[in-house]
């Protein structure tokens, strides 16, 4: 059964700092892309981040490029997600969420995110 | 960067009525489009991939349509457990993908 576990929210201050991890099992690993999704309060879902299998293509929502960084480790079946200077803004509930690529008429491939994790709280006060 | 324009934001409705959603891409994206359905204190859940295909476990009165910039999420005879916010997604390209803003589904 695929699972996915995130930690690491909180309460942080604004301009802080925080590492969200998410613990993966249920399926290899190392052979999917991986990605980080949020929901502020109230709000929508909001794409943030995709990595690679091997960590080394990643790819941020603008409005967060330069704040926030997406890592892997696979020999620990981890995904991570750091976010610097936080604003009240970056309040959410995070999300870990494994990425498919779909063949579509075994031609090309569309991902689509067919797990995710329930979610990490990050409460953003002073 | 792609917009997805997804209507309504809410709508109300009794079991056994067929629902429609729509979402209008800013720019013709094929069929790069995927359907959620998010509940309160849950995950989020894949109900259609590539516009069209009915993701496994999904009940056939979900349907999806579209390609190039129109898109839609039909459910045919809505039932209880229908009751959910739905976000359409558009994942072409892999620089940025974007969701649509949610659609409430109430009972009316």
């Known amino acids: 059964e695929v699972q996915l576990v995130e930690s690491g929210g909180g309460l942080v201050q604004p301009g802080g700092s925080l590492r969200l991890s998410c613990a993966a099992s249920?399926?290899?690993?190392?052979?999917?892309?991986m990605t980080w999704v949020r929901q502020a309060p109230g709000k929508g879902l909001e794409w943030v981040a995709n990595i690679k299998q091997d960590g080394n293509e990643k790819y941020y929502v603008g409005s967060l490029k330069g704040r926030v960084t997406i890592s892997r480790d696979n020999a620990r079946n981890s995904l991570y997600l750091q976010v610097n200077s936080l604003r009240a803004e970056d309040a959410a509930v995070y999300y870990c969420?494994?990425?498919?690529?779909?063949?579509?008429?075994?031609?090309?491939?569309?991902?689509?995110?067919?797990?995710w994790g329930q979610g990490t709280l990050v409460t953003v006060s002073s | 960067d792609i917009q997805m324009t997804q209507s309504p934001s809410s709508l109300s409705a009794s079991v056994g009525d067929r629902v429609t959603i729509t979402c209008r891409a800013s720019q013709n994206i094929k069929n790069y489009v995927n359907w959620y359905q998010h509940k309160p204190g849950k995950a989020p859940k894949l109900l259609i991939y590539?516009?069209?295909s009915l993701q496994s476990g999904v009940p056939s009165r979900l349907s999806g349509s579209g390609s190039g910039t129109d898109f839609a999420l039909t459910i045919s005879s809505l039932q209880p457990e229908d009751f959910a916010t739905y976000y359409c997604q558009q994942t072409y390209g892999a620089l940025e993908w974007t969701f649509g803003q949610g659609t409430k589904v109430e009972i009316k």
């Open positions: 590539a516009a069209s």
């Open positions: 249920g399926f290899i690993f190392s052979n999917y892309w």
């Open positions: 969420a494994r990425i498919t690529y779909y063949y579509v008429g075994a031609t090309y491939e569309v991902p689509g995110i067919d797990y």
